[in-house]
């Protein structure tokens, strides 16, 4: 059993279709999700890497802990990465707060919180989104969307225009093949019937259900069948509270 993050398992997720389904994402209308942040990382390394994120508050994102490096640059209101928009906010993360627990062996805790140098500008393309509250546990069963830039094929870079797909909320049973899946911490997501069905995303992306950002995009398998699991928002709320008031 591979635990990949999931900016490694999107290349391995062709966009790939099943009866009278177009799978693998559609495109998004240009700045309907204004709190989806395109993250330029340069990891301990030194290696570039991307990663989703999202806005919650105008100075703080929420992303992956697997997403922290050396420096973060986060840009706002981006439709494709590719192409400069007006609508684009480009800031710089002053501080990387990851999650204390987080277990990078076993993507424990993928959860980080990142605070901006200065306060993005709200507009038609830059917004924040709603987080749950503590105790709510969001129904399996449920539909729910995932947004990103994510890689479109093996060889492939990542999508240049945002996309995003429909995702299944299943049972946890549907995770048990995950060694360090944990319901209470983490959403198992993607009905694995849909053998192909690929979504498209990026490490640190939302899961949004009915408005809510419910989920952060973690890991998946390495042979790229749902389901793929995500960190549970919720069950934070109570750390993300607390460096919020304090920062
Ligand atoms: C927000 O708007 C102000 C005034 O137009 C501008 O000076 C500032 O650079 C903007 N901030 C960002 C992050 O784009």
Redesign the pocket.
């Known amino acids: 059993m591979y635990l990949l993050p999931l900016s490694l398992l999107l290349f391995l997720l062709c966009s790939s279709a099943e009866a009278g389904e177009i799978i693998g994402g559609t495109e998004c209308k240009p700045h309907s999700r204004p709190y989806m942040a395109y993250l330029e990382i340069v990891t301990s390394q030194g290696q570039r890497v991307t990663c989703g994120g999202f806005l919650i508050r105008r100075d703080f994102m929420l992303t992956a802990a697997h997403c922290a490096g050396r420096s973060i640059t986060v840009t706002l209101g981006v439709h494709n990465r590719k192409e400069k928009e007006d609508t684009w906010?480009k800031?710089k993360v002053v501080k990387q707060f990851l999650h204390p627990k987080y277990d990078r062996s076993i993507l424990r805790h993928d959860i980080m919180l990142l605070k901006l140098k200065?306060k993005?500008?709200l507009t038609l393309a830059v917004g924040t989104v709603p987080l749950p509250p503590q105790f709510y546990f969001v129904p399996s069963g449920r539909m729910c969307r995932v947004a990103g830039w994510g890689k479109t094929g093996v060889m492939e870079p990542g999508s240049d225009t945002l996309q995003e797909v429909k995702q299944r909320l299943m049972d946890p049973k549907a995770c048990n093949h995950f060694r360090y899946f944990d319901h209470n911490l983490q959403l198992c997501v993607g009905n694995p019937k849909k053998i192909n069905s690929a979504f498209k995303g990026d490490s640190g992306s939302p899961l949004l259900c009915a408005g809510v950002a419910q989920g952060i995009v973690s890991y998946g398998r390495g042979e790229a069948k749902p389901p793929a699991v995500f960190t549970r928002i919720s069950h934070y709320r109570p750390w993300i509270n607390k460096i919020l008031r304090a920062n």
Do not use: G, I, S, T
């Open positions: 906010q800031l200065e993005a500008n």
